[in-house]
């Protein structure tokens, strides 16, 4: 694809960026905010949308209800309590959290609101035991300097995180509670954001807000990043969970992409006469064609009494095979509706056809039976009568948005920075007022206590740093752009290890292992603060930490102890290492006699690859001078 002018295209970009706080407390009750793999209790329900003050149902509720999906709840006491199971209700607002949003509301030059007022927004996937997320504002306007210009921020809100989704069979998702209710900060941009790159810089800024406070959670699952992305001509798209900073350019480009292709399917779509009312929900019953199929999908359906389902797309001949985004064509979005509205595995089309068992002769007898014409395609699926409907309604409907363009539509980030249909695009009736909690007033007095206490700006940090820790600019920088400064600080200042050391594996032993393909986000930070402890009181050797945090990561739920025992890399006692050193000596007698003290490197280097990891250097380095020296003189 020729490279994009995105000025040229009008692309807007608008950035949701949603942190967890570091606070010791959920946002409405007093459980603690980390996470477990204990299971005390479980319950089930089934949650159903409810009309706003207006008498409307938003649409992404309703199309969540339709799914007919039953939602299973796990809990532990340690993590959770009656107000995550929705027995209880929310206790006040956690003013700790408060107090973080109004810090960063205030860097970002935002007006902080004179009371805050809970609302809840209708979310029903099963995210949420009470059917709603608790939210509110907290500041308004505002704005981010980012080079020259000015990113406006549209409001600055708190809410509760979700449950984290566990499993899923069938119609059956189980969820896990103990992330249920910890504190969200949601940083909210206009959508002034003109090109994909500019929008990754941006976000990376606001991260740097974040880190300043000191008050934000680190590792996987932390940090969420929504992105509303929109082109001329094209439509407004919100794409979910983009949980990478480096995947947020890529996301935009292919959305970008995605866009352009659809309308050019529009174009296409038009110049073949193909209108809205030549798409119609006539669906054939075309069993029969099948029933010698080698095509295992088919056969497993028909086994099962389930019917073969067609309907002809007038003049979609060639479009279905056309490619939106690196691996996703136009028949994946008809796809995606397909499983979400019918629940059914997939589709069939003769786009693709013949291929996966469907013979030629089949793709014939199927033209022939549906009256298709050379410019028609013919879907097909494969289910129970009633999913295969659904599936196909969901088909046709998909098919007459290409006729518009690009459908306002929620879509979800993959790992490649892809994207998937999620939902429709949820409407203004989701949101209602809170009612079991009381607006909280935000007086000057508070507001001018924050302003008096707001963290310094990064390069003053920088600067605290390297003269609070006696380490370098670079590592200063790194600390300050990674989530490890909090952590490094607490260790610098409780070991007597040199802070460089630890500012060096915090920011580079760190991404070498993540280059290795190591996640180190599943590294929790008091993994990281015992591995130094035990460094610091002698247990193990400075160099062995690079083996720890590598099997802790391997084994998550570990501590470092068992990963020094598992390693073997425990310290030997001063006569253990002697005994290792005179034996390598005594190995190497004839080099010590022909190179006299220039044996030491080299006996240095062999004692070290026995004993690395469990001893320290230093030390062997002073006892082989000793037995060295002692040696020549003799």
Known sequence: MNEIDYEKIGLKVGLEIHKQ?????KLFCNCPTKLSDKKTISFS???????????????AALFEFQKGKKIIYEACSETSCLVEMDEEPPHEINPEAIDIALTVALILN?????EVHVMRKIVIDGSNTTGFQRTCVIALGGFLKFKDKKIPIEHISLEEDAARKISESGLSVTYRIDRLGIPLIEIATSPVINSPLEAENVAFEIGKILKATKAVKRGLGTIRQDLNISIKDGALIEVKGVQQLELISKVIEYEVQRQLKLLEIKKELKSRGVKLESLKEDFLEVSNVFKNTSCKIIKKALSNNGIVLAVVLKGFKGILSMELEPGIKFGTELAQRAIFWGKVEGIFHTDELPKYGISEEEVNLL?????????DAIVIVADEPNKAKDALRAVIERAKEALIGVPEETRVANPDGTTHYMRPRPGASRMYPETDIPPLVIDEERIASIKANLPPDLDTQILNIMKAYGINKKLAEQ?????????????ADTTKIAPSFIATVLVET??????????IEVLTDEQIKETFKIIDKGVTAKESIVDILAWLIKNPNSSPMEAVEKLNLKML??????????????????????EKER????????????VRGKADAKLVNNILKEKLDLLLKS
């Open 21 to 25: 706080l570091n606070t010791k407390r």
């Open 45 to 59: 329900r089934k949650l159903r949308p409810t009309q706003s003050e207006l008498g409307q149902i938003d649409p």
């Open 110 to 114: 935002s007006k902080p609101v004179d």
């Open 367 to 375: 033209k022939q039976i549906c009256k298709a014409e050379e410019q």
């Open 479 to 491: 600390l300050i752009d990674s989530e490890f400064l909090p952590i490094f600080q607490e260790i």
């Open 510 to 519: 760190m991404k070498s292992l993540q280059r290795d393909g190591l996640n």
């Open 573 to 594: 006692s001063q006569e253990e290492l002697i005994k290792i050193i005179e034996k390598i000596i005594n190995e190497n007698i004839g080099l010590v006699e022909l």
């Open 599 to 610: 044996a030491f490197n080299k006996l240095m280097k062999l004692i070290m690859r026995e």
